[in-house]
């Protein structure tokens, strides 16, 4: 199974996956990673921290891939506008290359988000090894919906040249 088609993951639930009560804002809960041995796809499930305790030494576990703390944040009603065009282009160009799931654009994937983790728009959340290659968890910070980006080992000479071509193509989505 390529590891690439099995990485869609859905946003942060707004309730524990176990009680279904609902998160208040700043509560602190866990995110976890499973792999659905039937569909052979990694899902999300969210947990409360009393959830999380009772589960996380049972048989459910056997499948689970990757789990981290987090604080849940509600999401503003009103739909701010987002800060700066920069972030948003980025975000949005690391979504389209992620749907598109060109192996060509792995480099620039990552480099977007290097650049997103450094504005803090991606918070990393954990390093797995998957076959060969480490795969690097990041949870946005705004909708807790996670990104799963492949390191592809970059060499520092390699480097500047994705960051010119990101940069390329960043100058170009926002005209």
């Not at 990673?33 to 409360?48: A, G, H, K, P, V």
């Not at 996380?56 to 506008?81: I, P, Q, V, Y």
């Not at 990393?124 to 968890?137: C, Q, R, W, Y």
Request: hydrophobic share 35%; net charge negative; with cysteine.
């Amino acid at each position: 199974m390529p590891i690439s088609n099995s990485w869609n993951i859905r946003p942060r639930s707004n309730q524990c996956s176990v009680t279904n009560k609902e998160f208040k804002d700043g509560e602190i809960f866990y995110a976890a990673i499973f792999l659905n041995q039937e569909t052979n796809f990694y899902e999300r499930s969210d947990f409360s921290v009393e959830a999380w305790d009772r589960t996380a030494h049972s048989e459910e576990t056997s499948s689970l891939f990757s789990f981290w703390r987090s604080t849940f944040e509600k999401k503003e009603e009103n739909g701010k506008a987002r800060e700066v065009v920069e972030k948003e282009s980025a975000e949005v160009m690391l979504r389209r290359l992620i749907d598109e799931n060109d192996p060509n654009s792995e480099n620039a994937r990552y480099i977007l988000a290097v650049m997103l983790e450094r504005k803090k728009i991606l918070l990393p959340t954990d390093v797995k090894k998957e076959k060969k290659a480490m795969m690097l968890f990041y949870e946005h910070h705004k909708s807790g919906e996670v990104f799963i980006i492949r390191d592809p080992v970059l060499k520092l000479d390699e480097i500047d040249k994705i960051q010119e071509e990101v940069s390329v193509w960043l100058s170009n989505e926002q005209n």
